[in-house]
């Protein structure tokens, strides 16, 4: 029994959610029906990322707790089997493709909702026992990008700055990232400095107008993917007005000058910027001035400069706009990727990618190979990249991928081009699923099905978008049969063979994981959090949120990177990446007019599992809708609130029915739909089933933000 369902006292945790990673207090109310315990939900007033506040979502956390849909028992073939019976089989199936095809046929596909503790299991077994790094995660969908831009410019996968930059910068500039919605209480927390400093100016880069501009002083509604385009267009006009930091480019920073020299080249002339960009030339004008006149500046982006085929060099000329002025590392500026899923950010520290080993070391470096397999007494140390997402749905549904286990994310809904992942899965020998939710597209498809348990049930850590490593605590008790994710992964270890999986508790596998951070670390990983590698159970029970790094020189933690100049490439000097801007792959014509644009919605999370149970959540919109621009609609002959039909150019077999929503909000030529609709929602088809799987070559992130379609009335078909 929880010692936390007796009790009356508060409990610290952290919002499931989405990855500002508020920190909450939970009160268990009343737990007389296990299956249905009321708590009440406060967010935490000591937590650094909201002081307190809570959105919508996370203040209604506590309405989705009960067991309704949960997978109560393991199955295999669709009967429910014991434990034993269940991990016998996976073990005996993926060591059986193993033997038979070799260690690159078997994978892993996890998810940013995993804590710390969960996703490093899983990649110590995957990269150092099983011997692949066939792991990837739905992270990859989104900050791929935004991973590889920070990695070729400072040398390692390292956000710079703080939210409390936020509040301090003179001039925000958010790029692609609807806040307001996705990242309420960022949002909230620039509008209140706002408020306090009036001079605060805020520009927000979108191709829609989101409710985040009704904080702008200026919005620019750029066409589509011309972010590196504009970028490039300020560098060249600051290093034109003598604005650059020269001293800080010569003394912390190389390849400035052919940097500069491809923005000059390409973007040096206002008149091309704004006709490429669909921007006057007097709004262009209006930001270069800005990011000209204000030295405390932040930019901050999200999925719409990561989900693009250019999504790391759109990135980088962001990134190198920061490096021309030294606008990093110190209060009030940087380039600031924030994450949109819980933990996407843990997933970064050990390695979650299948491009990444543990604690920020790479497959590129042999050293790091050798560091992490002997920190691991690894037997069969993976010595290369695995597959990333899309890659890696592909070998399944090639044959060369036969044995697949999914861990708490859903892709037959979420990944690009997704009627395929389904048609992949269903050729697969063998699919596992560990999920909390009995009826997802994903569990649909799968041999064995794990349950899992969810948020309030389980124990360990989160990283949220500043670095912020903070506990996620267990106050209720899961349904019997649920385990949770890292105790079945050590489970099919053990039954493989494998040493090292024998953890009594997270703490233990915690502090192996910040063990590992510092190991053998001669200076140049400066990321890790080895001042906690020996904590006891107790001190980890009550671990206060901290920045990484958390070592030796930084005890307490680091609220901003790079202050002292220093970067972890080879010189120690930052990378200016010289950007040719790329525009989206996908083009439209005469037959499918549209760029689809996709995205969340204030009150809801990911494919609706959890907030779809809230009828509070589901009464701010209670059905997909597509916004269309009224001139666009009226072009169509279509009226607002009817029902049409998206086809896309490359997916043509599928089709989404929506409500019409036309608004002015939405710029002309592109139409904007939430994710989260899905076939357990509606029959109204799943938006991302139309995306294709086109990604940029060098993170392998799905250009989720174009697609291709055409609008048709709903009757016609
Ligand atoms: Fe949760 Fe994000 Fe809302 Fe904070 S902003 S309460 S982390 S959903």
């Not at 982006?301 to 990561?306: A, H, K, L, R």
């Not at 920190?375 to 090639?398: E, I, T």
């Not at 690009?416 to 699919?431: I, N, S, Y």
């Not at 385990?483 to 997270?506: E, I, K, P, T």
Request: glycine share 8%; hydrophobic share 40%; charged share 20%.
């Amino acid at each position: 029994t929880s010692l936390s369902c007796q009790t009356k006292e508060a409990i610290q945790t952290t919002c499931p959610y989405c990855g500002v990673g508020c920190g909450m207090q939970i009160t268990v109310q009343d737990n007389s029906n296990p299956s249905a315990v009321k708590v009440k939900v406060l967010g935490d007033k000591s937590h650094p990322a909201n002081f307190g506040k809570l959105c919508v979502k996370g203040s209604s956390a506590g309405e989705t707790i009960d067991f309704a849909g949960r997978m109560l028992s393991p199955q295999v073939n669709g009967e429910a089997v014991s434990w034993n019976h269940a991990l016998d089989a996976v073990a005996d199936k993926f060591q059986q493709v193993i033997d038979q095809y070799g260690r690159d046929a078997v994978a892993f596909y996890v998810s940013g909702q995993l804590l710390t503790e969960d996703y490093y299991v899983a990649n110590k077994l995957m990269k150092g026992f099983i011997g692949s790094a066939n792991i990837d995660t739905n992270s990859r969908l989104c900050m791929a990008s935004a991973v590889v831009g920070y990695k070729r410019a400072f040398g390692a996968d390292a956000v710079p700055c703080s939210y409390e930059d936020l509040e301090l910068a003179d001039l925000i500039v958010i790029i692609g990232s609807n806040t307001a919605w996705a990242h309420p209480i960022v949002y909230q927390r620039i509008a209140a400095a706002k408020k306090q400093r009036p001079q605060m100016k805020v520009v927000v880069v979108d191709p829609r107008r989101t409710a985040t501009c009704d904080l702008a002083d200026l919005h620019l509604q750029i066409a589509p993917g011309t972010d590196a385009m504009l970028f490039n267009g300020v560098l060249s006009y600051l290093a034109q007005q003598q604005a650059c930091d020269f001293s800080y480019i010569k003394q912390h920073t190389e390849g400035f000058d052919k940097a500069l020299q491809h923005a000059q080249i390409l973007q040096g002339d206002m008149n091309r910027v704004a006709k490429d960009c669909a921007l006057s030339v007097a709004e262009l004008e209006q930001f270069y001035q800005l990011v000209r006149d204000n030295q405390k500046m932040v930019s901050l982006y999200s999925q719409g400069v990561n989900q693009s085929s250019s999504g790391v060099d759109k990135s980088n000329a962001i990134i190198n706009l920061h490096l021309a002025t030294g606008r990093i590392g110190k209060e009030g500026m940087g380039p600031f990727s924030i994450t949109g899923q819980p933990n996407a950010m843990g997933g970064r520290e050990v390695g979650g990618l299948a491009n990444q080993l543990a604690a920020h070391m790479d497959f590129a470096n042999p050293e790091h190979i050798d560091t992490v397999s002997r920190f691991w007494q690894a037997p069969n140390m993976a010595q290369q990249n695995g597959l990333k997402a899309v890659d890696m749905f592909q070998a399944v549904n090639d044959g060369k991928i036969k044995a697949i286990w999914i861990i708490n994310t859903n892709p037959v809904v979420s990944m690009p081009d997704a009627q395929a992942v389904r048609e992949a899965l269903q050729k697969c020998e063998m699919v596992v699923v560990s999920d909390c939710m009995q009826c997802t597209d994903t569990t649909e498809m799968a041999d064995v099905l794990l349950p899992a348990l969810t948020w309030g049930e389980i124990d360990g850590t989160v990283t949220n978008s500043d670095r912020t490593i903070s506990r996620q605590r267990r106050f209720i008790n899961g349904p019997n049969q649920a385990r949770a994710d890292w105790w079945q992964l050590c489970q099919v270890a053990q039954r493989m063979g494998f040493a090292g999986f024998d953890y009594r508790s997270v703490a233990g596998i915690f502090r192996e994981h910040a063990a590992l951070s510092g190991f053998e670390n001669n200076g140049q990983r400066d990321f890790d959090i080895s001042a906690l590698a020996r904590i006891s159970d107790e001190d980890y029970q009550n671990l206060k949120p901290m920045q990484w790094p958390i070592n030796q020189a930084n005890p307490q933690g680091c609220k901003r990177l790079f202050a002292d100049g220093k970067f972890y490439t080879a010189s120690g000097k930052a990378q200016f990446i010289p950007i040719t801007p790329q525009l989206p792959r996908n083009r439209t014509d005469s037959e499918f007019p549209f760029v689809l644009n996709t995205g969340r919605l204030r009150d809801q999370w990911h494919t609706m599992t959890r907030t779809g149970k809230t009828a509070k959540l589901m009464a701010h919109r209670d059905e997909i809708t597509v916004a269309m621009h009224p001139q666009d609609a009226e072009k169509q002959n279509l009226q607002n609130g009817q029902l049409v039909v998206l086809l896309g150019k490359t997916q043509q077999a599928y089709r989404v029915i929506a409500r019409l929503d036309v608004t002015d909000q939405q710029a002309k030529g592109s139409v904007f739909v939430p994710m989260h609709w899905t076939r357990q929602f509606a029959s109204a088809g799943n938006v991302d089933a139309l995306i294709p799987a086109i990604t940029d070559p060098l993170s392998g992130q799905p250009e989720s933000k174009h697609a291709v379609v055409k609008v048709e009335p709903f009757d016609a078909q």
